[in-house]
């Protein structure tokens, strides 16, 4: 019987560490899979770290243009001509953080995966 007890707490103590050896794995290289919204529809996705050269996207909205820089894991909203230039003002997009908006131009750009707050995915806007 003690034995018995023994294996079983042994072998949940295992499967517990390849749980927790999983989330560290998974953690130490997050897909930083960015999606780009327009008017709540996609516009592009890109994987941020599979970016080699820096470039930019241009959005036309209702207050003029929204420019986006991106580069190898990291992205922002490097100009734009709303009103209220929040978009600009939050910097670059990180994980855990919040998606950058442009509310008068209807922007969007936030990670589609984040491995910190998947539930917080379910909410998301489609
Ligand atoms: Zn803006």
Not at 10 to 25: D, K
Not at 33 to 53: A, F, H, P, R
Request: with cysteine; aromatic share 6%; net charge negative.
């Amino acid at each position: 019987m003690k034995t018995r007890t023994w294996i079983i707490i042994l072998s949940s103590a295992v499967i517990v560490c390849a749980v927790l050896w999983m989330f560290i794995l998974n953690s130490s290289s997050p897909s930083k899979i960015v999606g780009i919204y327009q008017d709540g529809s996609l516009v592009e996705k890109i994987d941020l770290n599979s970016v080699t050269d820096e470039r930019e996207i241009t959005l036309n909205g209702k207050f003029g243009k929204n420019i986006i820089f991106i580069s190898h894991g990291h992205i922002e909203m490097k100009s734009a001509e709303c009103p209220d230039k929040i978009c600009v003002k939050h910097g670059a997009l990180e994980i855990g953080g919040t998606p950058i908006v442009c509310l008068p131009n209807k922007v969007v750009i936030q990670f589609e995966e984040t491995p910190y707050g998947a539930d917080a995915k379910t909410g998301a806007a489609e």
